[in-house]
C-alpha cells in the first residue's frame, strides 16, 4: 500500500470510528475502553505508515544511485523532444513521489516530471511531463504508479502511442539496472495493493459485524423506551414484550450485551417506580375530589344566606324611595302651597331623600364587601368539580342581577325626586315674583295717574319720566311715547299698556347717550388729529437727520479703501496717524449722531401717551430705529478694518525697525572695532553724561557717527523710540547692552562644532530649525573650505562652539534675528529668579518678549530666562527656561 492509500484509509477508519464514538457518548454509554483500543490501533497503522515510507526510500535509492539526476533522451516527435529532451534535477514531492525540474527552461518554461494519483480517476493517475505539477497543458504520460518515473512505456503525446524510442534514466546510471530496480518497484507495488485488499476485506468485516450489534442494540433500546408509557392497567403486558425482545436482542449485541443488560435494569426500576406514582397521584385526586365536593356545599349555603341579607337591604331602600314619593307628592301641584310651605317641605323631601341614598350606598357597600359570596367565582377553578361550580354561578348571577337593578332604581328615583321636588320650588318662587312686579307696576300706575281716570296722559307721562328716571322729556319724544304705547283712547295710555312706557322711554334715553358719546368721540378725533401731525413732523425731521447719517457714514466707508491701499513702507508715521485720525474722528462722530438719533426717536416714542397714537409713533419710529441699527454694525466693521490697517503699519514699522536696529548693531560694533574698543568702552561712548542711560540725542548722534550706517534723524529718532518701551526718554545701559548683540536663528539644520576649520573640528550637538545663537566673535572665513562661520552660544543649553554661516552655494543655515520669542500659553513672570518669587505680570499665551538673559538659574538648577515684556509699559521678570525647546515654554516666531 502506497503513502497516499495508507493516509486515505487511516484518515476514513478515524472518521468512522469517531462517528461510533460520537454515537455511543449520547446514548450514554462509557467509551473509555473502546478509546483505548482504537488508540492503540491508531498507533500501530502510524508504525505501519513509517515502514513503508522507509521501504519506498530504499527503493528510491537502489534505482541507480543517481536518483537525484535524471536524463531524458530519444522522443521520435521532434517537437516534444525538443521541449523534454534534457537533465533534470530533483526539486520537491507531489502525492508522495519526487517531482524532477529541468536544468533549462524552454519558452520561458519549466519542464517538469511528477507522479499524480486518482484523486481525480484512474485515468488521470500515472507519470506525467508538463510545465506545471497538475496543469491542463502536458507532453507525455506514462500510467506506470512506481515511485520513481518509469525508463520506458511513455505515451507522446500524452494520448497518442507508446514512444520506444523515449527513454528516462538516471544520469551515470545502466539502463539495465534501472529497469531491475523498476521491476521491483512494481513488484511490490502489486504486493502492497494486495495487502490493501485483504485489509479492506477485514475492515467490512468488523463493520457488518458492528452493524449487527449497533441494529441489536438498537432495537433492545426501543423496546425499553415503550416502559417510559407504562400504567398500572399495561404494566404486566410491557414487561414480558420487554422480556421477549431482550431475550432475542442481548445475545447479539456481543461487547454491548452488558451495557444494554444494565441500562433494562435500569429501565424496569424506573417503570416500577412509575407505576406506584400513578397509583399515589390517582389517590390524592380522589381527595381533592371530595375536598372541593364539601367546599361547594359549603359556598352554596354561604350563598343563600348572603343574598338575602343583601335581599332585605334592597327592600329597605325601596321603602324609602317611596316614603321619598309620598312626601313629594304636593309639590307637584302648581300653586298649591305658598313658597315658604314649598321650602320647607323641600328640606324634608331633601332630608328623606338624603336618607334613601344613605341606605342605598349600604346596600351597595355590602354588594361589594361580599362580592366572592353573591357570585362564588372562585369554585369555578376547581379541578373535578368544574361543571357543578359553573352550574351554581349560572344560577346565582340573574339573581343577584335583579337585586342590583332593583336597588339602581331605587337610587335613580331618590335623585329624580328631588331634583323635581326643587324644580317646583322655584318655579313657585318665580310665580310669586311676577305676582309682586305686577302688584308693584299697578302701584306705579296709580302713583302717576294724577286724575285717577285710569290713563296717563302727555302730561302724566313727562311727570314719570322726571321722576322715575330724572330725564326732561321734549313734546315730540313724548308724541313718540303716546304713538308706539296709547290705548284706544287718543293721547292716553292704560295700565295694560303701561310697560311699553318704559321701553319705549329706555330707547329714547339710549339714542341720547349715543348722540352724547359721538360728540365726545368727534371731539377726541379732532384733538388727536392735531397731535398725531405734531408726531408725524417730528419723525419726518428725524428721517432727514438720518437719511444725511447716512451720507456720512457711506462718506466714512470710502475714506477705508484709500487707507488700506497705502505703501506702508513710504508713507511716514506722522502722516499715517493723521490719516487714521481723520477717519477715527468721523467714526466717532458718526456713532455719536447714532446716539442722538436714538435718543430723540426714543424721545417720541416716549411722550406719544395717547393709546391710539402709541401704535402708530412706535411704528414709525421703529422703522428709523431700524435704519439706525443697520448702520451701527457698519460703524463697527469699519472701525475693526481701521485696528487691521493700524496693526498692518505698526507690523510693517515693527519689521523696518527691527531691520534698522540691527543695522544699527552691526554699525556700532563696527565702529568699535575700529576704534578698537571693548563693549564697556562702547557703551561709555554713548553716554555722554555717564548716567547709566542715553538720550535720543545722543543715541541719535552715535548713530549717525557711524561711517558706513547711512540714516536721518528721523529714522534714528523713531528706532529710539521703538527701543524706549516704557517712554521715558532714554534708553538704559541693559537695552544698550542688548543692542549691541547679535542673534541668529538656525534656518537649516546644522552642526555645532568645536574648531572653525571644518575639516579638523570635532562635533559637539546637532542644532534644530529655529533654534536661537548668540554671535560670541565675529565670522571669520574657514580658509580650508572658504566656508563663512561664526562662534556662537546655543541659549537653549548654553553650548558653544563654531557654526557655518552659509554654504558655498545656495544653502543658508543662519539667519541674523532679533532676541524675540513668543509664549506658547499664559505663564506668571516673576520679580526675581525664584519660581515662587512676587508675581510681576500675568502673560496671556502669544505674548512676545525680549531675551536680557539666559543664563540665570535657580537654586535646584532650573534654567530661568530674564526677559522684558515688549507692550507698554514694558515689565521685566523672570520665565521658565530653556529657550526654544520643543517642551519649553518660550518658541522662536518670526515678527
Known sequence: MSMYDMQQYAAAMQQQQQAYLQAYSAAGYDISAYQAALQQQQQQMLAQQQQQQQAQQQQQQGAGGGGNVLQVTGCANETVGNIVRGVYNLSSQNHERPVYCRTEQVNNMDVLIYFWDERDGPSFCGWWFGPKVGGDQVWAYNPSRAGTPPPSGWQVPYDGPIDHSFAVTPQGASAEGYEAAIKRQEEERIRQEQ??????????????????????????RTALRELMNVTPENATTLWQQVQTVLQTELPKCGSMAGQIQQEAQQAMEQAQQQVEAVKAQRIRDAERKAEETQILEQTKSQNQVQMGEFAVLVEKTEAAGAK????????????????????????MVASTATECISVAQEALAFALQRRQLLEPTSVLSMQFMSAEAKQLVDEVRPELLKLEKRLSECLQLAVTTHLAAKTNVVKAGKR?????????RTALFKKYDANGDGFLDASEIAVYAKGEYKYELSSAQIDRILAAAS?????????????????????IREEAAAAERIRIAEEKRKVLEEKKAGYVAQISKLAESITAFEASVAKVIESIPPLQQTDFASVTPSDFKGKVSAVEENIEGSKKESETLRASLKDITVSATEPELTPFVQLECRKLELKVEMLIPRLGQIQMVLENVKMNYARVQRRELDILRSKVARALKARAAAEKWSKEELLKSLDKDEDGSVSASDFTAACQACTDLEITTESAE??????????????????????????????????????????????????????????????????ASGLKRVKAIALRDGSTGWVTIAGNETAIFLEETLPFVTLVAPWQ????????????KDLPAGEVVEILDYTAKEENGQSRIRVRTTTTPSVIGYLPGPVCDPASLLRYMMR
Do not use: C, N, W
Not at 304636593?330 to 298649591?336: F, I, N, R, T, V
Not at 299698556?497 to 321701553?503: D, M, P, R, T, Y
Not at 546644522?750 to 565675529?778: D, F, K, N, Q, Y
Open 718 to 783: 523713531q528706532l529710539f523710540k521703538h527701543l524706549d518701551y516704557d517712554s521715558e526718554g532714554k534708553l538704559s545701559a541693559e537695552t544698550l547692552e542688548t543692542l549691541t548683540k547679535t542673534y541668529y536663528r538656525v534656518a537649516a539644520e546644522s552642526i555645532l562644532t568645536a574648531e572653525l576649520s571644518v575639516a579638523e573640528a570635532g562635533g559637539i550637538r546637532r542644532l534644530e530649525i529655529s533654534e536661537l545663537l548668540e554671535e560670541l566673535e565675529p565670522p571669520a572665513t574657514d580658509e
Open 432 to 440: 310669586e315674583k311676577a305676582t309682586r312686579t305686577m302688584e308693584a
Open 324 to 347: 321619598l314619593k309620598e312626601i313629594a307628592a304636593p309639590l307637584d301641584k302648581p300653586g298649591g302651597m305658598s313658597v315658604p310651605d314649598s321650602e320647607a317641605l323641600l328640606k
Open 829 to 840: 513672570l516673576t520679580k526675581e529668579v525664584g519660581a515662587m518669587s512676587e508675581l510681576a
Open 195 to 220: 495487502q490493501r485488499a485483504l485489509e479492506e476485506q477485514q475492515r467490512k468485516q468488523e463493520e457488518a459485524r458492528l452493524r449487527i450489534e449497533q441494529h441489536a442494540a438498537t432495537t433492545a
Open 487 to 507: 290705548s284706544g283712547t287718543a293721547g292716553k295710555v292704560d295700565k295694560e299698556h303701561f310697560a311699553e312706557i318704559k321701553l319705549v322711554l329706555g330707547v
